[in-house]
Every structure is written in structure tokens, then in C-alpha cells.
């Protein structure tokens, strides 16, 4: 089975030098994330392609979606599930891997399935640079279009949550209107649950800044 993950890894054009702490690290995440070392290794061969990563950040964020999963409601497997599908989407917005990880875990972790998780991901990513009726939200939130769409650029994790600390000072009864007039209806039920959890999520944040296993 190794050899044909190392075989697998060649193919995907992993450097001959990588090789064997490739497939060493598929091996040792199917075991922690109770999966197998093909399914490991085919996330791994994803996240090097989406990501842009070498396989020292790869392991890096294997370390930390299972520091994750050991802490929190969400398992290993859906976590590394919703990094894959929202794939280069959330870099080029400016959310890191780990930051996509620190998202699904908290979604998941309150009952959003892990597709719904993913849909929302990919909605915040590519949306916070607003458009502007989306601008004419942020200013009712008292938040500046041009300085949140710089800001996803250098601070990800403080403009998200800038953002929906904003919106969690509305209103109940406005809240989910003001999300969907932002996101859209289909995101609205992976978005929401974020607002009741904001100290869930400024902890998994956390967890993935510190996360070295």
C-alpha cells in the first residue's frame, strides 16, 4: 500500500527527494485522522496543488487540522474534506488553509453539514470584497468597503471577525437579513451559526496559529 501511495505521489509530480516523507506522513495521518494513507495522501497531493505548498507546510497543516479535530466536534475527515473542496478559493482572498480549517471545524462543530460548510466558506471568501450593494451593508454595519477588502488581503482572520462581531450588534430580528442581503440565502445557514460562536471560532483561530503536533 506505501509503495503505491509513493507510486501515486511520483505520478502527481511530487520531487523524487519527497518522495519517502510523502508517503511516511500519508501513512501517519491515515492512522491519526482514521482514514486511510491513500485518502491522506490524495489530500495532501490537493493541498500541494491548491495551496502552492511544500510538503513541510503540508505536514504543518496536517498538524494543525488534527489538533483541530482533537479538540472540538469536528472530525479530522470533515475538516480536511472542506479545506479540499473550498481549495485556492480562500487564498486568493487572503484566508489561509489553516484559517479555512479553523472555519469548517466551527461549523461542523455546531451541527452545519460539511458541504453547507464548504458552499459558506467559499461565499465568505470570494464576497468580502464587496460589490456595492454589499458595500451599502458594510455601512450600515459601520465598516468601510474599501478598507475591508484590503484588510482580507493582510489580516483574514481579524476582518471576518470584524465583521461578524458587527453584524452580531444588530438586532436578532435583523441579523439573518443582513447576512443574506451579504451572502446570499444558500449561505445563510453555514454563516449564522458563527455568530452565536464567535468564541468558538476566535479559539479555533487560535488553535491553528499554535497547532504544532
Known amino acids: 500500500d506505501l509503495a503505491a501511495i509513493t507510486a501515486s505521489a511520483g505520478t502527481a509530480g511530487i520531487a523524487a527527494e519527497e518522495l519517502t516523507t510523502f508517503t511516511e506522513t500519508a501513512a501517519k495521518m491515515g492512522v491519526a485522522f482514521d482514514t486511510t494513507a491513500e485518502q491522506a495522501g490524495d489530500w495532501m497531493a490537493k493541498w500541494r496543488t ?4 511544500s510538503q513541510e507546510e503540508v505536514t504543518a497543516l496536517a498538524d494543525q487540522i488534527n489538533y483541530l479535530s482533537n479538540n472540538s466536534a ?11 473542496a473550498v481549495g485556492p478559493l480562500g487564498d486568493v482572498a487572503g484566508i489561509s488553509a489553516a484559517q479555512i480549517a479553523a472555519l469548517g471545524s466551527t ?3 455546531v451541527g452545519v453539514q460539511q458541504d453547507v460548510a464548504a458552499t ?10 464587496a460589490t456595492k450593494a454589499q458595500a451599502t451593508v458594510l455601512q450600515q454595519l459601520g465598516l468601510d468597503a474599501t478598507e475591508m477588502a484590503q484588510r482580507m488581503q ?8 470584524t465583521f461578524l462581531e458587527a453584524v452580531s450588534k ?3 430580528a435583523e441579523q439573518a437579513a443582513a447576512l443574506k442581503n451579504y451572502f446570499g440565502q444558500e449561505s445563510v445557514g453555514a454563516i449564522a451559526p458563527l455568530l452565536t460562536n464567535l468564541d468558538v471560532l476566535r479559539e479555533r483561530f487560535e488553535m491553528v496559529a499554535d497547532a504544532q503536533l
Do not use: Q, W
Open 50 to 53: 491548491s495551496f502552492t505548498m
Open 74 to 84: 469536528s472530525t479530522a475527515s470533515e475538516i480536511s474534506t472542506i479545506v479540499t
Open 107 to 109: 461549523m461542523v462543530g
Open 120 to 129: 459558506g466558506i467559499r461565499k465568505l471568501a470570494t464576497t468580502m470584497a
Open 154 to 161: 493582510t489580516d483574514a482572520e481579524g476582518a471576518i471577525l
Open 170 to 172: 444588530l438586532p436578532e
